[in-house]
């Protein structure tokens, strides 16, 4: 709904600082509904101040098309799906004391914003939309929550419509598939432990062909155990994901700040003490040549003359879910799941959805056509019979039929006469 620029402030004595301007389209920019989303998304964020929350500096409206606008904190780095995503293009596991590490800090944002107050009054606040791609690295090692879009909270101006499920499917809560009103904290969790079991076991959790099969994987909250899965996994860790992804939300833990006591604990136990600077090493590794990319393109930025955008590399897929879906009958009369065989982030051919598998789409990038003969006769081509080049062809044979002929005629004539 919205695009992303890089906005630079100046001001005297050389004082400079960038931000990153969001800017509501313009063919969003008359619908009420989705200003008041904007709206939204500006206020409640505004009212957060933590580390591992990106920060609101500023809500503002273009004089002349009325477009709204929010100047926010410019961040360096990359999604925790592009983390992930990189990670398996490199074929190396995300460490579990590093990903344990990230999570206490996405755990200690989120139970910043579910217990704000203002004047006094507790906000309510949920993300309701807690995944790999709204989860922000940076180079340094900071981790950061983005997109308060769809937060729930007091106050706010627009109001979720009956049987409409927001935030992305595969990473719900099985108490959203019944109700999108009876919903508390305790989602945001849940979808934490969804994301951190996926980053852990190389592998989607509930995601499936479909959205009303994912939902249905979701209601069931069958969570494979990852011991099983994946040598070597920590049981240690096990144990808080599976009490974080409770089917029962009351046997989950209580507050996100619980969760991250226990990840951080983890992720001592594992025999190094991860900082901001263990991850931002391990981001080096994966992201080096991209960071000094980037960075000599914000150095151009910082400068006078126009500059072009920014040299891409390859990314991963987006999660590929709906932000919203409409379920009109229960979850249960979906049909039946039935699990895929290749249930790891996928790489489709134009990026935009989830549905082919990494490997399947690298061999067939790497593949060759085959040859000629090893086509069967109904794959060959066949050219038309009213082709013009098949009838300049049959001429061309007719007229050396009829001059071979002709000339073979000659020489018996002229034999014989002689």
Request: hydrophobic share 40%; aromatic share 8%.
């Amino acid at each position: 709904m919205a695009n992303i620029y890089v906005g630079r402030l100046s001001g005297p004595a050389g004082f400079e600082k960038l931000h990153a301007i969001k800017v509501i389209k313009p063919e969003f920019s008359k619908d009420k509904d989705f200003t008041n989303m904007f709206l939204d998304e500006a206020r409640i964020a505004a009212k957060l101040s933590h580390p591992s929350i990106v920060q609101v500096h500023e809500l503002g409206e273009e004089a002349d098309s009325k477009r709204l606008w929010i100047a926010m904190e410019l961040l360096f780095g990359e999604s925790l799906w592009d983390i992930w995503f990189t990670a398996r293009a490199k074929k190396q596991k995300l460490p579990e004391d590093i990903v344990a590490w990230i999570g206490a800090r996405i755990a200690d944002g989120l139970h910043h914003a579910h217990e704000l107050q203002v004047a006094g009054v507790k906000q309510n606040v949920i993300h309701r939309d807690v995944n790999p791609s709204n989860v922000f690295v940076t180079y340094d090692g900071q981790v950061k929550i983005i997109d308060f879009g769809l937060a729930k909270a007091k106050n706010r101006v627009t109001e979720t419509g009956l049987g409409v499920i927001k935030g992305k499917v595969a990473y719900m809560a099985p108490e959203q598939t019944k109700s999108s009103r009876d919903i508390d904290h305790r989602i945001d969790i849940f979808a934490l432990g969804v994301t951190l079991y996926e980053l852990t076991t190389d592998r989607r959790l509930f995601k499936r062909g479909d959205n009303v099969s994912t939902l249905a994987a979701v209601a069931d909250c069958k969570i494979p155990d990852p011991t099983a899965l994946v040598p070597g996994y920590s049981p240690a860790l096990w144990d808080i994901l599976k009490k974080a992804l409770a089917k029962n939300r009351n046997e989950r833990y209580a507050t996100a700040k619980d969760m991250a006591e226990a990840l951080d604990a983890f992720s001592r136990s594992r025999g190094r003490v991860v900082t901001s600077s263990t991850v931002a090493a391990f981001m080096e590794e994966l992201f080096g040549a991209q960071r000094e990319r980037y960075q000599a393109w914000l150095d151009e930025v910082r400068s006078e003359r126009p500059v072009p955008t920014p040299e891409q590399s390859f990314r991963g897929p987006s999660t590929g879910d709906d932000n919203a879906i409409i379920v009109g009958a229960d979850v249960k009369d979906a049909g039946p799941v039935t699990d895929r065989k290749d249930d790891r982030p996928r790489l489709p051919a134009d990026r935009t959805s989830d549905v082919r598998g990494f490997e399947n789409e690298k061999k067939k990038a790497s593949s060759k056509p085959p040859p000629a003969e090893s086509t069967t006769p109904s794959e060959r081509a066949v050219v038309p019979k009213n082709d013009p080049v098949t009838k300049e062809t049959g001429r061309a044979w007719l007229w050396a039929v009829v001059i071979v002929v002709i000339g073979v005629g000659s020489v018996w004539w002229a034999t014989h006469r002689m």
